[in-house]
């Protein structure tokens, strides 16, 4: 354990299921926090109790009706979050002039209209019981830069800094403060199939693009999902008490702005 404020407090993790919001949820099982586990891959529509620090319930983030259910679940439960860390997203790839409008529309969906959603239903429930607390959203460093083949991905990660940052002015007096982590190349069953994706739209072996992945990054490795859950835990934390509205890089040097 870690932070002892951090022990018993109701933390809510979306895309806990795999990759990095299952790192971040394991971390906040180990700071012994209730942690509920949101998934669109969980089948249970109704919150289910696991442990006595552990929930899970199915929830589609892209779906208003969906994540208005959880947020009714939580507050019947009487679980008000006091950490809400939105990790879920997809991602699509193509060179934007080839790309198809309906995977626009779908990254966009998951991506900016899921964050949209989860804060105005997940952070109204902690301001309608006027419950200080963390937000942390997950944006990327593509929500700082273009990147090639990502331009849907791009957008939708640009979109969610702004959704941070006026979300973070906007309750701010209320004690909840609202940061972003933009990670950088993370090893996840999302990077494999990108660099999958990638490969075949730049007729190269996905090897090819993990050894470019590699060379790009100044400290010599791409990251791990902890790397990504230890900010968030730290942006969960006390000592980040001063910091609301900022993007931070969790990218071994790759992205400086
Ligand atoms: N892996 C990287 O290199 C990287 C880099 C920057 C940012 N990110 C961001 O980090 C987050 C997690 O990525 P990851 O690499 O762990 O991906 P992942 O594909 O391994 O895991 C994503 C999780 O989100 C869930 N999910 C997807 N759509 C959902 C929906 N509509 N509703 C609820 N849950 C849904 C999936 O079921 C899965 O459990 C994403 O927001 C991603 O954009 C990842």
């Known amino acids: 354990m870690t932070f002892p404020e951090l022990q018993d407090k109701i933390v809510f993790v979306t895309g806990a299921h795999q990759g990095i919001g299952e790192a971040v949820a ?52 009487g679980l008000i979050p006091n950490v809400l860390a939105h990790v879920a997203g997809i991602s699509t790839m193509d060179y ?25 239903n997940i952070v109204n429930l902690m301001l309608m019981n006027n419950q200080p607390g963390k937000v942390i959203f997950m944006a990327s460093q593509a929500g700082k830069n273009g990147y090639r083949a990502m331009a849907a991905y791009s957008a939708s990660k640009h979109a969610v800094l702004g959704l941070t940052k006026t979300l973070a002015i906007e309750v701010a007096g209320k004690h909840i403060n609202v940061n972003a982590v933009c990670p950088g ?26 050894k470019e992945d590699n060379s790009q990054v ?3 490795r791409t990251g791990r999902p902890q790397d990504v859950a230890n900010v968030v835990l730290f942006l969960a934390s006390p000592l980040s008490d001063y910091m609301t509205g900022q993007a931070i890089n969790v990218t071994g040097g790759m992205t400086m702005n």
Do not use: C, W
Request: glycine share 4%; proline share 2%; net charge negative.
């Open 218 to 220: 100044p400290l010599g």
């Open 185 to 210: 190349i993370i090893e996840t069953a999302m990077k494999h199939r990108e660099r999958k994706d990638g490969a075949k739209i730049r007729g190269l072996e996905p090897d090819d693009i993990e």
């Open 96 to 120: 934007l002039v080839d790309s198809k409008t309906s995977d626009f529309d779908k990254t966009i969906a998951v991506n900016t209209r899921g964050t949209y959603l989860i804060a105005k």
């Open 26 to 77: 394991n971390t906040f099982i180990n700071e012994g926090s209730i942690v509920i586990e949101a998934d669109l891959a969980f089948e249970n529509k109704d919150l289910v109790k696991v442990t006595d620090h552990l929930y899970q319930i199915h929830v589609d983030v892209a779906n208003e009706e969906s994540v208005q259910r959880v947020a009714t679940d939580l507050h019947e439960a």
